[in-house]
């Protein structure tokens, strides 16, 4: 079932387009109502805030689903790991959402945390590929992502499938909250329709390009990635992919931080790999990596090919086509995936189970 693929994870990196397709499909209506996720408008009304809990991978997702709910809808929105909110609940009250986004459905934290959350009286919305789940059971309102299972214990569709379920729901909130135009409404809609195409290209042209990448890394002992604004979620999930599967100590950070501590990490020795996509933050990345570069660290940058400031910047390009910058983060983390694949596998590990790790963590 791995259709010719060596490993589920690369499979269902490959699957991404298509699962985007499924997510979409049916979902984008008229101007009236721009979006169809099946949720009844008063689970949205007199919404005063949004706690957004998860872990891991979902967590990831989830601090760009922020970025997205605050950017376009203008709710305050916050991410709270599940393991932290379940002891620490923030005052509640019906006038809050919290978001659950688990790709399993059946993460303890997560539902355990819910639970509590519930037990208060607020609103619930499950995010989830498995609807058929502990999560999708017990919950209402749900949105299903429809990436299907997941067999790589590292999260790669799911990831992809939960940032398209935020990026309607986003669009839905400023459809109801009338915080956007319906112009822009419909042109971030058009362009998330976009997003398989460019996906494929990606894989159609970087899979060799990274294969050879990967070989240069046999000796490295550790990674830095970098981004900023809706890409700095990336950079700790590009970070979490490469550590869990191929044991490489790496960190995530957003790239103006550096200078206040970690960038006494860097020498020759530790690649950093930085995302710099034309927007709002593109300048003061380039500028942050530069900053690693005078401490020579060898520098990745996920950036577009034909732009000179990044050529002269990066000692290597994994490009990425030039979009809108909010939905830059579906295509920046393709690259990184397929650079923790590759490195895992050229190592000869178990990518598909790694060590210590299970696809779903029903313990708390
Ligand atoms: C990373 C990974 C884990 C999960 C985390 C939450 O690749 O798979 O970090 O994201 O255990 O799992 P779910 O989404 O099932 O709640």
Not at 194 to 219: C, G, K, S, V
Not at 304 to 309: F, I, M, R
Request: aromatic share 6%.
């Amino acid at each position: 079932e791995k259709r010719g693929f060596r490993h589920f994870m690369l499979k269902e990196i490959h699957e991404q387009p298509g699962v985007i397709r499924d997510s979409l499909e049916d979902r984008i209506g008229d101007r009236g109502s721009p979006v169809r996720l099946g949720l009844p408008t008063d689970l949205f009304a007199g919404l005063e805030r949004i706690y957004i809990i998860a872990c891991g991978t979902s967590w990831h997702a989830s601090l760009v689903g922020k970025y997205l709910i605050e950017s376009l809808s203008g709710l305050p929105t916050e991410v709270n790991y599940a393991s932290e909110f379940r002891y620490n609940l923030p005052p509640l009250s019906d006038r809050i959402l919290v978001i659950g986004v688990t790709q399993s459905g059946e993460t303890a934290d997560t539902i355990e945390a819910l639970k509590v959350a519930h037990q208060q009286g607020v609103r619930i919305l499950g995010i989830t590929n498995r609807p058929e789940s502990s999560l999708g059971q017990k919950y209402e309102h749900i949105i299903d992502t429809r990436a299907g299972l997941e067999i790589g214990v590292a999260a790669t569709k799911t990831f992809t499938s939960q940032l398209i379920a935020f990026y309607l729901l986003a669009l839905q909130l400023a459809h109801l909250r009338d915080t956007q135009t319906p112009e822009r409404i419909h042109e971030i809609l058009t362009g998330l329709q976009q997003l398989p195409t460019h996906i494929e290209n990606i894989l159609d042209t970087q899979e060799r390009y990274i294969t050879e990448l990967a070989r240069e890394f046999d000796a490295t002992r550790d990674f830095i990635f970098v981004g900023r604004g809706l890409n700095y979620p990336i950079a700790l999930e590009g970070a979490l992919k490469l550590k869990e599967i191929s044991y490489i100590h790496a960190e995530g950070y957003p790239a103006g931080e550096m200078k206040h501590g970690p960038i006494a990490l860097l020498d020759a020795a530790v690649p950093v790999v930085a995302i710099a996509v034309p927007g709002k933050v593109y300048e003061k990345v380039l500028s942050n990596a530069q900053e690693a570069k005078a401490r020579d660290a060898r520098l990745i940058g996920v950036a577009p090919l034909d732009d000179p400031a990044a050529v002269e910047t990066f000692d290597q390009i994994l490009p990425v086509p030039v979009v809108d910058e909010l939905l830059s983060p579906i295509l920046t983390v393709v690259p990184l995936q397929l650079l923790a694949y590759h490195i895992a596998a050229r190592r000869g590990l178990d990518v598909d189970q790694p060590r210590n790790l299970a696809k779903s963590v029903t313990v708390e």
